[in-house]
């Protein structure tokens, strides 16, 4: 995995210019939820998505799906780092979605996911076994006050592609 390739991914997810152009055009839903990386390192990716009226569901919290995009989000952009314009590339796919719900989300959420290390390592098993690899990874939802929202668990597909 190319150091300065994986840098310049970082940099460019923060910026909000042009994550939020990949967005609009990439995943438009995801520029509407005004969705954001606000970290984004080896070890962790922060994404926060906002209590706003397209969010919103009846019971005046933040959709259930708007929060499980976010929460997406924080696992696949830890694996989108590793892989872009990487030589093999990857195949990724989300083959698995388990999620907690413990209180309403009326504010900013931000999702946390701390498997960066492990993901990066997975990627690398991959590459070495040429067979695909599945890479289990949770993100927990938190409120401003750092209280526990819901938990999501994602169970990704990865495959180096044949040169």
């Not at 397209?54 to 499980?68: D, E, Q, R, Y």
Request: aromatic residues 12%; contains cysteine.
């Amino acid at each position: 995995m190319v150091p300065e390739k994986t840098n310049r991914i970082r940099r460019l997810a923060v910026k909000s210019f042009y994550f939020r152009s990949y967005l609009f055009w990439k995943l438009p839903m995801g520029f509407l939820s005004g969705m954001r990386i606000k970290k984004l390192n080896e070890d962790k990716c922060i994404v926060t998505v906002p209590f706003k009226w397209i969010n919103k569901n009846p019971f005046k919290s933040t959709f259930w799906a708007v929060l499980g995009m976010a929460g997406e989000m924080s696992t696949a952009a830890l694996i989108l780092q590793y892989t872009y314009q990487q030589k093999p590339s990857f195949s990724t796919l989300p083959l698995k979605c388990e999620a907690d719900f413990i209180k309403k989300a009326v504010g900013i959420t931000s999702f946390v996911c701390n498997d960066g290390k492990m993901i990066k390592d997975k990627l690398k098993e991959a590459i070495n076994t040429k067979k695909p690899v599945e890479i289990k990874v949770s993100t927990q939802g938190l409120d401003e006050s750092s209280n526990l929202i819901c938990q999501f668990h994602f169970t990704w597909s990865v495959k180096a592609r044949d040169y």
